[in-house]
Each structure stands twice: as C-alpha cells, then as structure tokens.
C-alpha cells in the first residue's frame, strides 16, 4: 500500500511530497515554454500523422493500458510528447474566440482541481459554493438584474446554457410536462444567424427541431423584427403556441446583436394581443456576453482614452447591451472572450424561482441535500456532479476587475480597426462584411468590391457564388500555412436574395478574430504579407 502513497499529495503536507509536485509542474511548464515561439501557430514541430485519414484508426488499434503503471515522470514525459503541434492561442490564432487563459484562472483551476469538490452541493465543494453565489450576484449587480432575485450557476457552456433555458421555459409553462412529455404545439424562434445551440436543443428536449422557426437577419445581421413579428403571428393563426425565443446578441461569426429590447416589446405586444401567457426570452450572450462590462462606462468622460472609432462602436453595443437585463436568462461565457480554460460558462437567470421548475423533489435525492448539514444543493442542473469552475472564474474577476476586462475588449477592438484600414489600403477588391467588433469578416473579388449589391439583393446568383468560389480557393490556399498563421472563415457568414432568383445564397468569407492579449499593431506586417502572398497569386490567375 505504501507505494500507492507515492502517486497523491501528501496528507500531512510535508515538503518533500510538495516538491516533488512543484517539480512536475516545473518540468511542464519549462517543456512547454522550450516548445513556443511567438512566430509560429503550434508547439514545437508540426506533427503531420494527424493529417490522415487513418491515423485516429491506428491510434485506437495500437492503445492498451500498461500491465505495470509507468513512472509519473514517464507518463508526464508521453504527455509532453503529444503536446507537441498543439496549436497556441497566440497572435497567430486568428479564427475564432479560442481563449488564452488569463495566469490567475489557470492557477484557480489547478486550485480547483487539488480541492476537488463536487459542485453538486455544498458539503462536497464549500469553496465552490461560496464562490458561485459571489458571481452570480456580482454578474447580476454588472447587468442591472436584481441580485436578491436571480440566481444561476456554471455549466457546460453557451450551448448548456441554451438547452437549460428551453428546458425551463417548456417546464416553467407546462408543469406536467416533467411526468407526460412535451405538448407537440409549442414553437421557437431565434435569427437565421443564430448558433446551433438552439437548433440541438430543440432535438434534446424533445420539441423537435420543425418547431423551431428561424427569422430573418438584418444587413447589420440581427434579427428582423418585422419578420419576427410575421412568423409568430403566423404560428398563433394556426393555432401553435409561441413559448421560446432566443435574441443572439453576438453572432458567432458577424457580431450581431438583436435588439432586445425591440424583441421585448413584440413579446409583450403580442401576449397582450392573443391574450398569451409570458414568452420564455434567452439571450444567447455566449460571444458578447463580456460587453456588459461597459454598462457603466462613463463614455463622456472616457477615462481610459478609448480612441474615438472604437469609442463609438462601443457605444452601439452598449445601447443594445443596457437592455440585456430584460433577458429571463442569459450566458456569460468566460472560455471565449473572458479568457479562462474551457468549461467556464455562468447560466444566470433573472428568477432564481424559474429553477423550481426542473427541480427534483427531495425524495428523489436520498444521497445528498437533506440531511441536515449542508444548504447549497443544485438539484436543478441537469448535471449531477459539477466542476467548480466558478473557481476560475471568480479569479478572473477579481484579478481583472470591471477596468481591465474594459481595457481587454476595447484592445480587441482596437487591433480590429487597425486591421479594417490597413486591408482597405492594401487591397483594392475586399469589403468589410461585418460591423466594427472583435471579429472582421472580409471577402475579395475578382473584379470590382460588389458587396453593397450584393447585401441588398442586387447580384445575380451566379455572380454571387462565383465570387464565393474565390474565395473558397483562398480558404484552401491560405490553409496550407496553417503552421505559420490561421485566418477563420465562413461559408455562410450571412445569406442574401439574389435578384434572379428567389433562393437565399449563402456569403463566404474570411474572418479575422484575434482575443490574443498579445496582439499589437506591429503584427499587422505580418499578417498583411501572409494575405498578399495567398491573395495576389490568386487574383491576378483569371
Ligand atoms: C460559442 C457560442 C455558443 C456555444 O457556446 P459553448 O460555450 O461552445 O457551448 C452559443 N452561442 C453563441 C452565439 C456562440 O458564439
């Protein structure tokens, strides 16, 4: 037995058995350190077997478990090896809104790890309970919901977050649903241009995804509210019942923000109306949940002299984002734009009383959370055992403070604009497909920047799609220097009506998403003679 002692910390806290802990995190950290370079996308060399197709088969055939356990050294050592090629969220990283994690919730969650306690309830994680009730509270003071009102908790991302909201709203509504099932007449709405969340959550729970009815985006790609107004009216006449509908406010690949106040007011107009019970309203804030930040941002005064360009968009956001409050529930997704590791997703809720809901009743949790000792008991999540990645989160909080999550996201859209005017000067055929964000999303042509007709519905279908097509081939050209630098894409950033045709085409185009804290003006020489390379060859090609 002795010699299993040797692969746990200590119990007593002795300082051999510390060091030796604190000499594989040294050994990690330095391999790890040795592996980066601020020029290159991954870790060390690129390890090409991934490539294959048949290389995840050959991994599975050749993997046993030892008959004798390894050195923790050895298996530190293997685990080292495979990190090789990993890519790093530096400033080469410029396709999605792939975390860095912030120094003190990569600390926390180590933290987290060694306390080990099960979120589930407050015997089992005392720390985590604390904590998740502090951020709670301090994210609903942040967005102007009443703190002795709501409630929430961490879960399993932007998309656990939208699942569980359905869930309430069909609950919340249908009590008996819990025990007989979804009633089959219930309706959901959300923008064209919203995340798949949605669309899988109506396949979880059972609502089926025919149900759910999908709006209209705007040119500045959010949703339509006449549309929106259209579709529901629709569904009423026909007897359907509208029970749900999510605002995005931050499209995954444009930034689009609903306004939610504008769906706000439809709600209530129609429930008035058709004599309806309240509409279930989510906001999907997994992207732009962060901009609640500068909800009390004095921008008169602007004290921390955010340059005029990025001062004004933020001041668009901010008139969408002081109405997020109107939300029954929404997302703050740290592992995207509050960079801490992945799972940190807060679902809050503007009625902590909603979780009644989807309860259990005690009776049904003879293990835990009724035996006297212990108040903190989340049998409302569909998670049983949950991380206590409140813990990294809270971290980040307070290491960051309102100012410096301010300073973050004003510098991604900074390093935004200085991107937006540099490609306009450098290139003659590219649009600008997005509004000011961290992301910007751009399309060349072969022949003439044809994007405003192409928005309002000018093009032909085929002008459209060929232009797509040139784009396609950058996307494959500019993927073969992966290792060097990785620009996002998308084949449907948003869909037009083509002028001949009555079908929606789908818009191609590139995007540039970078929330590296490391990313500054100087890399743009970089980034423009990666894009000149790729682009001039296929431009000039006929
Ligand atoms: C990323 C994203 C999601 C999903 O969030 P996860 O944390 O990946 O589960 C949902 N909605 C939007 C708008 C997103 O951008």
Not at 175 to 188: D, F, I, M, Q, T
């Amino acid at each position: 037995m002795d010699s299993l002692h040797t692969l746990y910390p200590s119990i007593d806290g002795n300082k051999a058995s510390r060091d030796e802990m604190v000499s594989y995190l040294q050994y990690v950290l330095e391999q790890l350190d040795k592996m980066k370079d601020p020029n290159s996308l991954i870790l060390g060399e690129e390890q090409l077997n991934s490539d294959s197709k048949t290389y995840y088969h050959m991994l599975a055939e050749q993997a046993f478990i030892p008959e004798k356990g390894h050195a923790i050294d050895q298996t530190l050592h293997q685990l080292i090896k495979l990190s090789e090629g990993h890519r790093v969220s530096n400033s080469n990283y410029l396709a999605n809104a792939s975390s860095m994690p912030n120094t003190a919730s990569l600390v926390a969650n180590f933290l987290m790890t060694l306390l080990n306690g099960n979120n589930l309830w407050d015997v089992e994680g005392s720390t985590s309970a604390n904590v998740e009730t502090q951020i709670v509270s301090m994210l609903s003071k942040l967005i102007g919901f009443d703190a002795k009102k709501s409630g929430g908790y961490t879960t399993w991302g932007g998309q656990g977050a939208t699942f569980t909201s359905l869930r309430i709203a069909i609950s919340k509504r249908y009590p008996e649903a819990n025990k007989s099932g979804v009633p089959r007449n219930l309706y959901c709405f959300c923008s064209e241009l919203s995340h798949y969340s949605l669309h899988k959550s109506m396949e979880a729970t059972g609502l089926g995804t025919d149900h759910l009815i999908k709006i209209k985006a705007n040119a500045d790609h959010s949703i339509n509210i006449d549309d929106l107004r259209k579709q529901m009216e629709t569904v009423i006449a026909d007897g359907g019942v509208p029970l749900y509908v999510l605002t995005t406010m931050g499209t995954t690949d444009t930034f689009g923000i609903d306004s939610i106040k504008e769906v706000k007011e439809l709600l209530t107009e129609l429930e008035h109306k058709y004599k309806l019970n309240d509409i279930y309203l989510h906001a999907d804030t997994a992207m732009g949940g962060m901009f609640a930040f500068f909800n009390e941002y004095d921008f008169s005064a602007n004290p921390l002299n955010i340059e005029k360009d990025v001062l004004d968009q933020l001041t668009n956001i901010h008139d969408k984002y002081q109405h997020v409050k109107l939300a029954d529930s929404l997302v703050f997704d740290f592992h995207k734009l509050g960079q801490t590791p992945y799972v940190s997703s807060l679902f809050l809720l503007q009625n902590k009383s909603d979780l009644q809901a989807v309860d259990l009743h005690p009776e049904e949790t003879p293990y835990v959370g009724n035996k006297g000792f212990g108040h903190y008991h989340t049998s409302y999540t569909l998670e049983c055992s949950r991380a206590g990645t409140s813990i990294p989160i809270y971290a980040s909080l307070l290491t960051f403070g309102v100012e410096g999550y301010q300073r973050l996201l004003a510098n991604y859209l900074s390093i935004n604009l200085a991107f937006r005017k540099r490609l306009k000067t450098e290139f003659k055929f590219v649009a600008i497909t997005n509004e000011l964000s961290p992301i910007t999303t751009f399309r060349f042509y072969q022949d003439g920047v044809n994007w405003e007709e192409e928005k309002y519905g000018l093009s032909t279908q085929q002008q459209i799609q060929s232009t797509n097509e040139l784009n396609e081939k950058l996307i494959e050209s500019m993927g073969v220097d992966r290792k060097d630098l990785y620009f996002g894409s998308t084949r449907k950033q948003c869909t037009v009506r083509a002028i001949d045709t009555n079908e929606q085409v789908n818009i191609t185009s590139h995007k540039f998403f970078s929330i590296s804290p490391y990313t500054s003006i100087e890399d743009m020489d970089r980034y423009f003679r990666f894009l000149h390379k790729h682009v001039d060859e296929l431009l000039v090609m006929k």
